[in-house]
């Protein structure tokens, strides 16, 4: 049974518009969320993370919306840029083990110039 | 500086073989982490270090699969008798300590013929 789940396997945005990925969770322990990003052939890469008493982190182009009511959080990218083209995972960790993260299956995002 | 690295990047086993992946973390980094990455899946967690303690095994898939730090720095995932389902990509992270980023290695790619 997937506790964190994205339902959009992939994406497709025009440069300089803004990219909005989706992920939903189940477990109500989660309290920690991270978005990886991800080239092929290469290892995910932390990109930004929310702990569960904010509904907002932002950084630069990237911005992590929390909704703990609805367990759904969601990453904006604003201007989407090509270089943005990658898989995205989100990623959740619950107090007392908050090491052991849980991710989604991933979005592939395509940035088109 | 040097991130994380695995090795070897990819590895075809028969079935019935027995394989080791290693990983060097990044210097300093207390904690250590392996997790296993199906074609079309997320990361799952396999199991975490804590220098040169294996705090937690719990997504282990079976006995056939064993972790090892010794020395608190580079650490080897084995893989006995493996099995066709065994084919995946195995990724190593290290952080600072247990609730910080976690930095991703490449990643071993194992296919079990």
């Known amino acids: ?113 | 500086g040097a991130g994380v690295s695995q090795s070897p990047r990819y590895k075809v086993a028969k079935r019935g073989q027995d394989v080791a992946l290693r990983c060097d973390p990044i210097s300093g980094h207390v904690s250590l982490f392996w997790y296993q990455q199906a074609l079309g899946q997320g990361p799952e967690f396999l199991t975490y270090f804590q220098n040169e303690a294996q705090l937690d095994k719990s997504g282990l898939p079976s006995d056939r699969f064993f972790a090892e730090r010794p020395e608190g720095s580079v650490s080897t995932l084995k893989i006995q008798r493996t099995q066709q389902e065994d084919s995946a990509v195995y990724l190593c992270a290290s952080s600072i300590r247990q609730d910080n980023e976690q930095f991703f290695g490449p990643g071993t790619r194992l296919t079990v013929l």
């Open chain 1, 1 to 113: 049974d997937q506790q964190v789940k994205q339902n959009s396997p992939s994406l497709s945005v025009q440069e300089g518009r803004i990219s909005i990925l989706n992920c939903d969770y189940t477990n109500s322990m989660f309290d920690y969320f991270l978005w990886y990003k991800k080239y092929p052939a290469e290892g995910p890469t932390f990109l930004i993370s929310i702990s569960s008493i904010k509904d907002k982190n932002e950084d630069g182009r990237f911005t992590v919306f929390l909704n703990k009511s609805a367990k759904h959080l969601s990453l904006h990218i604003v201007p989407s840029q090509p270089g943005d083209s990658a898989v995205y995972f989100c990623a959740a960790a619950g107090a007392g083990s908050n090491y052991k993260l849980t991710f989604g299956k991933g979005t592939l995002l395509t940035v088109n110039p």
